[in-house]
């Protein structure tokens, strides 16, 4: 019953970790692809991220770091329903450890 539990509870975590790491997607085509910059603070003066320099580089950057998440999470989410547990596992640890470095380098610079 505790085992059921902790897989329904995975699979909802995983399966909400891959819709947020789609808005990295979204952003990327809002910015890269509509070139809609309403709302957006680029340029060095403001106190952002490095990547919000210009809408370029932050259009590289959420595309890079929503494909990478995505298909991290995707795999985990797709290992999981195969029930190959243990590669899951280390799919999702990998995403987290992509996600921490992420947050890293944002507040890095």
Known sequence: MI?????????V?????FVFSLSFL??????GVQKNYDG???G?????SWFYETPQLYAKVMLIE????????GLSLYLFVKKDYSKSNYAFIFF?????LMIVNSNLF
């Open 3 to 11: 085992v059921n539990v902790f897989k329904i509870i995975y699979l």
């Open 13 to 17: 975590f995983i399966s909400l970790l």
């Open 26 to 31: 979204a952003e990327w085509c809002t910015v």
């Open 40 to 42: 957006y603070a680029f």
């Open 44 to 48: 060095l003066s403001n106190e952002n």
């Open 66 to 73: 929503g494909l990478l998440l995505s298909s991290l999470s």
């Open 96 to 100: 987290v450890i992509a996600f921490i």
